[in-house]
């Protein structure tokens, strides 16, 4: 069993991921800068904060304090998902991510997994665009697979939110929401869904409309004509 960060199912399977919403932006900083400017990692604390506190490539634009960040890291540490790092005569004390060792994850999903704990569900096209920055990812195709890999991955580590039939505009978000947050989630990607569709649709729904007024209006054609009244003025 792995404590909070998925435990084992009798299959061998491990459940969903489940990191607050403190945690998984600590877990996307350090991914990121291991990726993006590997000189200036592992982070110290106070890199660490700014890293979390960026107004640049974040979503939503935190502000969070030292000992939020401190706390969150003690947590995913006890969760195997980072450790303290001490350089040789080095007094700061740093900061580093488990992900690659933990989840046996290479640099194209770990690009995309910090793009969607930095600035949370994105279309495919905003995915590619914004992960390239630390990994190449050569075209949606591409993205796709690491998608697809990261979905399959046990525990899950993204998720699509998009319904199976719509191939534009598909959105992806990162698998380690508490399930209330999901839910709230999948009742948001509906309503986008709904909207879209009836954006998309919106000649045939008139039409229909107007079908269903024309017939309204032969029917009370007819019962005015059995009773025998005035047709009304339109």
């Given at each position: 069993m792995r404590d909070a960060v998925g435990e084992t199912t009798t299959d061998g399977a491990e459940s969903a991921v489940a990191l607050d919403p403190i945690e998984r932006r600590v877990l996307g900083v350090l991914i990121e800068k291991q990726?993006?400017?590997?000189?200036?990692?592992?982070?110290?604390?106070?890199?660490?904060?700014?890293?979390?506190?960026q107004k640049s490539n974040r979503d939503p634009v935190l502000d969070l304090e030292?000992?939020?960040?401190?706390e969150a890291l003690e947590r995913l540490r006890a969760r195997g998902l980072v450790s303290?790092?001490?350089?040789?005569?080095?007094?700061?004390?740093?900061w580093r991510t488990l992900d690659r060792e933990h989840w046996g994850i290479g640099g194209p999903e770990r690009a995309v997994l910090a793009e969607l704990l930095l600035r949370g569900p994105q279309s495919m096209g905003e995915l590619r665009a914004r992960a390239s920055r630390m990994v190449p990812i050569a075209d949606l195709a591409a993205l796709g697979e690491v998608l697809e890999a990261l979905a399959s991955h046990?525990?899950?580590?993204?998720?699509?939110?998009?319904?199976?039939?719509?191939?534009?505009?598909?959105?992806?978000?990162?698998a380690l929401y508490p399930e209330t947050e999901r839910a709230a989630l999948r009742t948001e990607e509906?309503?986008?869904?709904?909207?879209?569709?009836?954006?998309?649709?919106?000649?045939?729904?008139?039409?229909?409309?107007?079908?269903?007024?024309?017939?309204?209006?032969?029917?009370?054609?007819?019962?005015e004509q059995h009773l025998g009244l005035e047709p009304l003025e339109p």
């Open positions: 990726l993006s400017t590997p000189a200036s990692y592992p982070l110290t604390l106070n890199a660490l904060i700014a890293g979390c506190n030292p000992y939020e960040v401190q303290q790092y001490f350089s040789a005569g080095g007094r700061a004390e740093k046990q525990p899950p580590l993204a998720v699509r939110l998009s319904p199976p039939g719509q191939r534009r505009g598909v959105r992806w978000a990162h509906g309503a986008r869904a709904a909207a879209a569709g009836g954006g998309g649709g919106g000649a045939g729904a008139r039409s229909g409309v107007r079908e269903q007024l024309a017939a309204l209006e032969r029917r009370i054609a007819r019962i």
